[in-house]
DNA sequence: ATTAAATGTAGTAATTTTACAACTTAATAC
DNA sequence: GTATTAAGTTGTAAAATTACTACATTTAAT
C-alpha cells in the first residue's frame, strides 16, 4: 500500500499544479477561488511566500489557503509549493504552447522548442518498454531489415537506414510505392519489415504489411495502436504524441519517431556487444577521408 | 554590478541543483558531504522529508542540513527543496545520461528520451533569434530553395523538402553528390541553399557551397559556426549540441536539426499570412485520397 | 599547544496546522 | 414572505511542527 501511494505521488507530480488549478476552478469557494487567481497570477512570487503573505496577497486567512491547498491533493502548503515548483520548472509548460498568428521569432522559436520537448515527455511515458525490447530481439535476429515510410514518415526511414546500415547488416530502403511491395513480396520469415506511419492510415502501406506477411515477414509498426496498419502488423510501437494540427503538418510526432529509432538502434548496439561497437567504429572511420580534419583547418 | 550578480542567480537557478552538489563535492565538509551522499542517493526522499528528517537520515545535527544548504547558495533548507523539486522536474537530468554497456531497454529508453530533451534545451538556448528571422526572410523571397546534406544529415534535408514542398514554392533536394554540384551551377542569386551538416567539415558540402555562392546564390548553413562549411556560407544556423560520441552515431544533433527546420518552416508560413495557411490545408486534403478515412474502419 | 574550522546542543523564532467559533447561504416549514 | 435549521464557508487563536541562531564542544592543522 505505501509502494502504491508512493507511485501515485510520482504520478500526480508529472502532471502540472497550475493546470489543475484552472480545471478545479469551478469546484474552488469563492476565497479559495482568490487564492487561484493571486496563485496564477504569479505563480513565481507565490513559491517565495509563506502561507501568511499568501494569505494577505488574496485578502484571505491562512487557513484558506491549506485548505485550497489540500482541496488539490497535496498535504499541505509546503508540499503544494514543491508541486507549483515543479510545474514552474517545466519550461512554463502551462503558458500556450501554440504558435499563434501574430508571433515573432522569439516566441515561435520558443514555442516549437518546447512542446518538441513536451511531447518527448509524453512519448516516453506513453511507449511501451518490453514491445520495445522484443522488437529489439528482432532486429538482431533478422536476415534483412527493411524500413519503408511515406511522406513526412519517409525520412525517418531515411534515418533508420542511416542508423542501421553502420551494423552491416543487410538493409531495404525504398521511397517508391512499387519498389517497397516488390521488395516485400520477396520477404521470407527471416525478414524484419518497419513500416512507420502517423496515423497508421495510408492504404499503399497498409497493403505492403499484408503482402510482407502473406510471406512470413515479420512486420513491425511504429505508428498508432488501432489504426488499420496497427491491426495488420505483429507488432505495434506505438507512441501517443499528440500532433500539433494547427500547421497542418507532422511535426511532434516525427521527432518522437526519430527518437523511437535512436532506441532501436541503440538497443541493438547493446545487444550484439562490444564487437560490433568496433564496427561501428570502423564506419565512422571511413568517412574521415571524406571529411576535413579538424587539426588541418 | 547589481545586473551581474542578478544574471549570476539567474543562471545558478536554470542549473541543476543536483549537478551543482556533486560539482561542489569537493568544497564540502566531512558531515556535509555525508548530506550530500544521502540526497544524491534519494532525491524523491528528501524534498519529502523535514530537515530534522535529513539529518538522521545522514547521522548529522540539523545545523549541518542548514549549512549545508548555504552552502549552494539557497537560503535555507526550505529554499533548497525547491530547487531540488525543479531539478527533479526536468526529468531527472542530474543521473548519468550516457548509455552504458549493461543498461537494459529500460534504462537505456530513458536515457535516450532525456538526453534528447536535454540537447533540444541546449538547442534552445544556443540558438540565435535574429538570424533565424533573417534565414525565415531569405526563404519567403526566395524563388528556389535547394536542401542538401549528406549521410545522417540527408534525412533531415529530406525532410525539410517535405515541409517545404508544401508551401507551393520550387524546392530542390538530392541526395546525389552530383547532382547536388549541378544543381548549384544553376543557381541564381534569386536562389537560396540550405546544406546540412553537424560537423561542417564534409568536403562535398563545402565545395557545394563554394559553388552556389560563386553563382551569386545565398547559402545558409545549418552547421557549426567555425567549421569549413560555416565559413563559407552568407548565414549559419548553429547548434551547440554536444554530441553523443559514445553511439559513434549522430542522434541528438539531428533532432536539433529537425526542430530547426521546423521552426523555419513555422516562420515561413506566419510570414507568409492566412493566404498560404489555406494552401497547406489544401494539400493536407488532397492526401485524403491516399488514405483509410476514420470513420470507415 | 594554539588556533581555526567543523560539528552539535539547546533554545528561539518562524511557519504551518488544528480546533473551534462565527458567519453566510440555502432550503424547508410555517 | 419570514423564521428556522442545517450545511457549508471563513476566520481566530492556540498548538504543533519545523527551521534557524547563538553558543559550546569537538576535531584537525600547524
Redesign the pocket.
Known amino acids: 500500500m505505501a509502494t502504491k501511494n508512493n507511485y501515485n505521488e510520482v504520478f500526480d507530480a508529472s502532471m502540472n499544479i497550475l493546470e489543475k488549478i484552472t480545471q478545479h476552478n469551478a469546484a ?7 487564492v487561484a487567481e493571486v496563485i496564477l497570477a504569479n505563480p513565481q512570487t507565490a513559491i517565495h ?7 494577505k496577497m488574496a ?9 485550497f ?2 482541496r488539490l491533493d497535496t ?7 514543491l508541486h507549483l515548483a515543479q510545474s514552474l520548472a517545466n519550461g512554463t509548460p502551462y503558458v500556450n504552447r501554440h504558435v499563434e498568428e501574430h508571433d515573432g521569432p522569439e516566441e515561435y522559436t520558443k514555442k516549437i522548442f518546447e512542446s518538441t520537448m513536451a511531447s518527448l515527455e509524453v512519448a516516453r511515458q506513453s511507449v511501451d518498454i518490453p514491445t520495445i525490447n522484443r522488437v529489439v530481439d528482432l532486429l538482431t535476429q533478422a536476415q534483412k531489415i527493411s524500413f519503408f515510410g511515406l511522406g513526412a514518415s519517409a525520412s525517418v526511414a531515411h534515418d533508420a537506414l542511416n542508423k542501421f546500415f553502420r551494423f552491416n547488416v543487410p538493409i531495404i530502403y525504398f521511397e517508391d510505392i512499387l519498389m517497397q511491395r516488390m521488395s516485400c513480396m520477396n520477404c521470407t520469415e527471416d525478414d524484419v519489415v518497419v513500416l512507420i506511419s502517423h496515423t497508421g492510415r495510408t492504404k499503399s502501406l497498409v497493403e505492403i504489411a499484408q503482402i510482407a506477411r502473406s510471406n512470413d515477414a515479420t512486420v513491425v509498426g511504429i505508428t498508432s495502436k488501432d489504426s488499420p496498419l496497427g491491426k495488420e502488423c505483429n507488432l505495434v510501437l506505438s507512441l501517443d504524441v499528440p500532433e500539433d494540427t494547427d500547421m497542418y503538418m507532422p511535426m511532434a510526432s516525427r521527432i518522437a519517431q526519430l527518437t523511437l529509432i535512436d532506441i532501436l538502434a541503440t538497443g541493438f548496439t547493446l545487444r550484439r556487444g562490444n564487437k560490433f561497437r568496433e564496427n561501428l567504429k570502423r564506419v565512422k572511420d571511413t568517412l574521415r577521408g571524406s571529411r576535413f580534419d579538424k587539426k588541418n583547418d
Do not use: H, Q
Open positions: 474552488f469557494s469563492k476565497s479559495e477561488r482568490k511566500s509563506s502561507i501568511a503573505t499568501l494569505a485578502d484571505v486567512s491562512e487557513p484558506t489557503v491549506n485548505r491547498c489540500r498535504k499541505g502548503y509546503p508540499d503544494f509549493k
